[in-house]
């Protein structure tokens, strides 16, 4: 069956504290692996997204995810957060139609 | 903002009414897809519509429908609403049928009572 796992359901970081929030799936063929983010009462963002080439991938706002395909994961970092990056974080994966599965979120909250 | 704008944003219906959910894409998409978003959950896909035709359910029951119109707005119509209908009812718009990046709406709040 197709799902997304993600590891965390609610961290918890002072500022400026490094961050990592897991994420493993199943899918079979072709995987587009994506992070979003759902800041409060705003839309799904799209953080960065995985096609194909360079597993580590680069997204806005410092944010960066490994493809790590013999482990099935996806894993979201970012060196040193700010309070502004409270919200909730979506791993999700599709193959080529656009359907996404999401995973469960992680709500990260971050004190000042 | 995405582009992608949804109406009405937040609805209150009682039990065993019907609701229709709005959605105008993000100009030249003509893919649109609606997912559910429960009370701490992650979005789930409920169908897709690409050029006006069903492409592609999630595990929904029949009472959720849609449409898409030939200007690629789209429609969400729930019947027989139930209290675990209530959600968040995300949009997303896409290029081409086999596109691979979603813009979403912020979705419109639907609360069963």
């Known amino acids: 069956a197709q799902s997304v796992s993600q590891h965390n359901h609610h961290v918890i970081l002072s500022e400026a504290a490094s961050l990592e929030l897991g994420c493993n799936y199943s899918?079979?063929?072709?995987?587009?692996l994506f992070w979003y983010v759902q800041y409060p009462g705003q839309h799904l963002q799209l953080l960065l997204k995985?096609?194909?080439?360079?597993?580590l991938v680069k997204g806005i706002k410092g944010f960066e995810a490994e493809f790590i395909k013999s482990k099935f994961s996806f894993n979201l970092r970012k060196p040193s957060v700010q309070w502004s990056d409270t919200a909730e974080y979506f791993c999700?994966?599709?193959?080529?139609?656009?359907?996404?599965?999401f995973g469960q979120g992680t709500t990260l909250q971050v004190k000042p | 903002e995405t582009g992608v704008t949804q109406s009405p944003t937040h609805l209150i219906k009682t039990r065993g009414q019907q609701v229709t959910l709005r959605c105008s894409s993000q100009s030249g998409h003509n893919t649109v897809s609606w997912y559910q978003q429960a009370l701490g959950q992650g979005p789930q896909f409920i169908f897709q519509?690409?050029?006006?035709?069903?492409?592609g359910r999630g595990n929904f029951p029949p009472r959720f429908s849609g449409l898409q119109f030939p200007n690629y707005s789209s429609e969400l119509n729930v019947n027989a609403l139930e209290l675990d209908d209530s959600a968040l009812y995300l949009c997303?718009?896409?290029?081409?049928?086999?596109?691979?990046?979603?813009?979403f709406g912020q979705g419109t709040r639907l609360t069963v009572v």
């Open positions: 995985y096609f194909s080439g360079d597993p």
């Open positions: 999700a994966v599709s193959g080529n139609t656009g359907k996404l599965i």
């Open positions: 899918y079979g063929g072709t995987v587009n």
């Open positions: 519509y690409y050029r006006e035709e069903e492409n």
């Open positions: 997303a718009s896409g290029r081409d049928r086999e596109y691979t990046e979603a813009f």
